[in-house]
């Protein structure tokens, strides 16, 4: 799959982005549609960017690349640059980490055959979650999620939180994570996804820019997490999300210093899924006055950022 990730007719009326986060807005670069896990579809999604005055967005869906040709569509009518994307999952010493894929060029060489294997991985990840899930009360795990899902894709955990809430067992998809699903809980599989460094080789070989999703949400501590960012710069990681939705400004001033001393570009996006809830595309916390340069800035997604 190749997409015109920069389409011309939508470039006059664009504006440049920043060279600076303090000056930043009007961009989103972590949102999911119905491809994967989120609510709305890829062209509503774009819609609801458009009505929030976003200029510039990227489609992050779990695994997938599937949403991206329906938005793209969307985003050239609505005068938004998008940039094809995808929020891959990976593991690192044991835990589970997300790498967005920014490419400017679509999905192409390695990356196409890592979407296949991780699709495969979902769907026999899904079957063991549902096993778990049904020996704590949740009978026909698997139908239930599919159900709540509404469609065919690879069931993720947030199919099941919303398959625990309809049975009863919890009050609230937070709830279901905290119980069931969350870091360490029994619904927590990530034996089958591939390592760090084979995930950041896919993007890579796409012509993408990796991006570590989220650094703050892991648990980690301050030195654990210098220590994954550690890792993922060897691997050939180039950013990280400096924003995630709304965090700790004392927590964001020192990643900023964490990403600053490695090199690293910083990204940011709300991680939106549905309407309702605390989050909205664009709506995240102020970036920090930081010298990380934003992953716009990078050379592969120069039409991004540019006129």
Same mark, same amino acid.
């Given at each position: 799959?190749?997409?015109? $990730?920069?389409?011309?007719?939508? /470039? %006059?009326?664009?504006?440049?982005?920043?060279? @600076?986060?303090?000056?930043?807005?009007?961009v989103d670069l972590h949102m999911h549609s119905t491809a994967s896990d989120g609510v709305l579809s890829?062209?509503?999604?774009?819609?609801?960017?458009?009505? *929030?005055?976003?200029?510039?967005? %990227?489609? @992050?869906?779990?695994?997938?690349?599937?949403?991206?040709?329906? %938005?793209?569509?969307?985003?050239?009518?609505?005068?938004? *640059?998008l940039i094809p994307a995808t929020e891959l999952s990976c593991q690192w010493r044991g835990a589970n980490i997300h790498?967005?894929?920014?490419?400017? *060029?679509?999905?192409?060489?390695?990356?196409?055959?890592?979407l296949i294997r991780q699709?495969?991985? /979902?769907?026999?990840?899904?079957?063991?979650?549902? $096993?778990?899930?049904e020996k704590l009360g949740l009978d026909n795990a698997l139908a239930r999620a599919r159900v709540q899902a509404g469609s065919e894709r690879p069931l993720g955990r947030p199919d099941f939180a919303a398959a625990l809430v309809e049975a009863g067992l919890v009050k609230d998809r937070a709830s279901a994570f905290k119980k069931f699903l969350g870091s360490g809980?029994?619904?927590?599989?990530?034996a089958h996804w591939p390592f760090l460094s084979e995930v950041v080789e896919w993007i890579g070989g796409a012509g993408?820019?990796?991006?570590?999703?989220?650094?703050?949400?892991?648990?980690?501590?301050?030195?654990? *997490?210098?220590?994954?960012?550690?890792?993922f710069v060897d691997v050939g990681?180039?950013?990280?999300?400096?924003? $995630?939705?709304?965090?700790n400004a004392d927590l964001t001033r020192d990643l900023a210093r964490q990403l600053e001393g490695r090199g690293l570009y910083g $990204?940011?996006?709300?991680?939106?899924?549905?309407?309702?809830?605390?989050?909205?595309?664009?709506?995240?916390?102020?970036?920090?006055? @930081?010298?990380? @340069?934003?992953?716009?800035l990078h050379p592969a997604l120069t039409g991004f950022s540019a006129r």
């Open positions: 799959m190749i997409i015109d $990730s920069f389409p011309a007719d939508s /470039r %006059a009326d664009t504006p440049r982005l920043p060279d @600076t986060f303090c000056e930043v807005q009007d890829p062209g509503e999604l774009v819609a609801l960017c458009h009505r *929030r005055g976003l200029t510039h967005m %990227a489609l @992050t869906d779990h695994d997938t690349l599937a949403g991206v040709e329906e %938005a793209a569509q969307a985003a050239a009518q609505a005068g938004i *640059r790498v967005v894929a920014l490419l400017p *060029r679509g999905g192409i060489g390695k990356l196409a055959e890592g699709a495969q991985a /979902r769907v026999i990840r899904a079957e063991v979650i549902a $096993s778990r899930l809980k029994p619904g927590d599989v990530k993408g820019v990796a991006v570590l999703a989220h650094p703050l949400r892991y648990g980690l501590t301050r030195r654990k *997490r210098g220590l994954l960012l550690d890792a990681g180039e950013a990280a999300e400096l924003i $995630s939705g709304f965090q $990204s940011l996006g709300s991680d939106f899924h549905f309407p309702g809830g605390p989050l909205a595309p664009g709506a995240m916390s102020p970036p920090p006055r @930081t010298d990380v @340069t934003p992953v716009w």
